[in-house]
């Protein structure tokens, strides 16, 4: 069965440092999406991605984050300087459609930052 | 302000028992609804679509009021594997986008 599938596993960086979070989306979907899960918390929509652009962004994805896909197969989110409250699990999500029913998580990336 | 509100429970029951959560949201200009599964460190997986007739995927019954604005889910005949946390998703429509909103989920434990 195809799978979303995400690198790295965990990340410890420190304050300040730029991260770059790396997702490969199921090779036929055209959707993408990232979403951020504080630990003991709800699942945060970040960000949409469709036809290289970003088709909706939520409140939290303000000018430090940014995405990008540079090739036909990854698909990144960056954090140009990261903050103690970045902590948490990042997770990608891809589609074939809109609708988030449709959407296969990735198995996230743990970011800490110190 | 889009709300969608879950009891975080846990909700303790044996194997067997017959489990029912609730999940309401604040926006009736929502177009579609889900139930997804979380396990513990892991990532949110599809369990079943909610569409305003009900449906029904073996022990898992899902059901929509689009009037009082909530979403259930019944589980019967509960297994161990059933233990995890049962995230509610609400989309709504934005400018031709949807905007999926996640509540904090209900954690289920199925005890022997």
């Known amino acids: 069965e195809p799978e979303v599938t995400q690198t790295p596993s965990h990340q410890v960086t420190q304050m300040g440092q730029e991260v770059i979070l790396r997702c490969v989306p199921i090779s036929n979907h055209l959707y993408f999406y990232w979403y951020r899960q504080i630990l003991g918390q709800k699942v945060e929509f970040l960000v949409s991605f469709y036809n290289n652009e970003i088709s909706e962004k939520s409140e939290i994805f303000d000018d430090q984050f940014s995405v990008e896909r540079p090739d036909g197969s990854n698909f990144t989110l960056k954090i140009r300087s990261t903050k103690l409250e970045d902590s948490a699990m990042y997770f990608c999500?891809?589609?074939?459609?809109?609708?988030?029913?449709?959407?296969?998580f990735g198995p996230g990336t743990r970011l800490l930052v110190l | 302000r889009k709300e969608v509100e879950q009891d975080p429970g846990p909700f303790n029951v044996p194997e067997g028992a017959t489990v029912a959560f609730n999940c309401t949201y604040s926006n009736s200009a929502s177009q579609s609804f889900f139930w997804y599964r979380q396990d513990c460190r892991k990532e949110p997986k599809l369990l079943m679509s909610?569409?305003?007739s009900g449906n029904e995927d073996g022990r898992f019954t899902a059901q929509l009021n689009r009037a009082s604005q909530y979403i259930s889910l019944l589980i019967r005949d509960s297994k161990l594997s059933d233990s995890a946390t049962y995230l509610c998703v609400v989309n709504w429509v934005s400018g031709g986008s949807y905007i999926p909103t996640f509540g904090r989920g209900t954690s289920l434990i199925v005890h022997p």
């Open positions: 909610v569409y305003s």
């Open positions: 999500a891809s589609s074939e459609a809109r609708a988030v029913g449709t959407q296969y």
